[in-house]
C-alpha cells in the first residue's frame, strides 16, 4: 500500500462571497503530491499549477499567501488536463490519501464535480489526516496544529516554501517519515463529501478511543433525528444497548449530546453532527466515547445550561 501526500492551494472570489459561484466556492489552482511506498520511501513527487477558469484575479488573502505571480497560473494548463495526469501518476498500486488536515480531499472533489470529471476515488473514501495523527501521537488527540509548528516540533529542515502545494507536500510527508505509523494507522478519517446514499452504504468505525457511525441521507433533520438507527447507542466495547442518563438534547450548531451508562464499561458520551449535502439534504455522524465521571457531570451541566436558558427566553417572549 502506497501513501498519497497531496496537498493543494485554492483561491476564491475576490469580491467577496455574495459574488461567488456557489458550485465552486474553492477554486484549486496548485496541486503538490508525492507519493510514499510501504516504507516511507518517496517513490516520486507531482507538481502542477492550474489556469483558473473561474476567479481570474487572487483573492486578498490567497494573494498574502501565494509565493507564485499569479501570471504563472494564468498560462498553466486546465484544471481537467492536470486533473487526469494526476491519477495516472497515482498509478494502479493500491494507495490511500494522506493530507494535513480534512479540507483538501473535499476542495479536490467539488472541484472534480464542477468540471463533471468521473470521481475515481473509492467510495467510502478513506485517508489520514496527518494533522489528527500527529496529535494523537505527540499531543492530546485534540488539537490541530499548523504544519509549521509541526515541521518545528520534529526539527525538520526548512528548506521548502509554505503555502506552496509541493513544498507543504514535502513537508507532510517527511512527517509522516517521523511518525510510527503503527501505533496510529487505525486511526482513518473518513471524507463525506459523498455521504453514504442507502442503509447498505452507512459506516461503522470502532478504535480504541471512540467509535464512529455515517448515517445515510435523509430528506429532512426530523426524519434523521426520529430515526432508530441514528439515535441508539451500543457500548463499542462490548456490544451491549445502553440505557441513556440524558437523552439526546440540542447542542448548538446542529449538534446533539447525550449520556448513556454500560454495566461493564462506565459512561458514554454521545455526539451528533449534523451535515448538509451539496444538493440539500441531511446526514449524520454520530459519536460514541467513554468518558469518566467529571465527563458526565460536565454533560449534565451542559443540559442544564441550556434548559435554562430556553426557559428564560421562553419566560421573556410570553410577558
Known sequence: MNYIVLDLEWNQCPS???????LLPFEIIELGAVKLNEKKEVLGEFSK???????????????????????????????????????????DEPYIMCTWGPMDLEELQ???????????????LYYYDIQKLFSLLYEDGKSRRALSYAVEFLHLDTNETFHQAIGDTRYTARIIQQMNMELVKEYESVDYHR????????????????????SRVFDSKEAMLSDKTVTTTRCY??????????????????????LSICPLHGYLKGKIRIKKTHDGKYFSVRTLKLVSESDAEIIRKK????????????????E
Open 16 to 22: 467577496g462571497k455574495e459574488h461567488e459561484n456557489p
Open 49 to 91: 499549477l492550474i489556469r483558473p477558469k473561474v476567479y481570474h484575479r487572487l483573492h486578498h488573502r490567497t494573494k498574502q499567501v501565494l509565493k507564485t505571480d499569479f501570471k504563472e497560473y494564468l498560462k498553466a494548463p486546465g484544471f481537467l488536463e492536470v486533473i487526469k495526469d494526476f491519477f495516472n501518476w497515482c498509478g
Open 110 to 124: 467539488q472541484n472534480m464535480d464542477f468540471y463533471k470529471f468521473n470521481n475515481p476515488l473509492p467510495k467510502p
Open 195 to 214: 455521504p453514504p446514499s442507502n442503509k447498505n452504504e452507512e459506516i461503522y468505525m470502532v478504535f480504541r478511543r471512540y467509535a464512529k457511525y455515517v
Open 237 to 258: 466495547q462490548c456490544g451491549k444497548a445502553l440505557r441513556k442518563k440524558i437523552r439526546w438534547f440540542p447542542g448548538g450548531n446542529n449538534m446533539y449530546y447525550s
Open 303 to 318: 443540559q442544564e445550561s441550556i434548559q435554562a436558558k430556553r426557559k428564560m427566553k421562553r419566560k421573556k417572549q410570553s
